[in-house]
């Protein structure tokens, strides 16, 4: 059962910073897609950035130049968190789609219902 486990969430204020983890187990070749999704109280889910498997990124134009997404061969995915605001509160999901051209991985920031797996999440709450 391919399942992603996230860690490094937590509470910081206006300004700071955080860096999320994210481990998959239960796979053992290189997964195409990867990428974090959030949930704020009261509003939709929504994509927060997407990489590929060659490195490529994408990101949703309310994290950019501030959020980067990151991975390594071993099917880890991380998000460094800069410049938090308190509109960045909510629970972080790590998601991924185990095949995945890299067209379509980009185009998952804005369609989370495409991404296979999801864990369980981490939360983050950014205080002004």
């Known amino acids: 059962q391919v399942q992603p486990v996230e860690s490094g969430g937590g509470s910081v204020q206006a300004g700071g910073s955080l860096r999320l983890s994210c481990g998959v187990s239960g796979y053992s070749y290189n997964i195409d897609c990867m990428g974090w999704f959030r949930h704020a109280p009261g509003k939709e889910r929504e994509g927060v950035a997407v990489?590929?498997?060659?490195?490529?990124t994408t990101y949703a134009a309310s994290v950019k130049d501030r959020f980067t997404i990151s991975k390594d061969n071993a099917n880890h995915v991380y998000l460094q968190m800069n410049s938090l605001k308190p509109a960045d509160t909510g629970m972080y999901y790590c998601?991924?789609?185990?095949?995945?051209?890299?067209?379509?991985?980009?185009?998952?920031?804005?369609?989370?219902?495409?991404?296979?797996?999801w864990g369980k999440g981490t939360p983050v709450t950014v205080s002004s």
């Open positions: 998601a991924v789609e185990i095949s995945a051209s890299v067209d379509w991985c980009s185009r998952l920031v804005g369609y989370a219902d495409g991404m296979d797996y």
């Open positions: 990489i590929d498997r060659l490195g490529g």
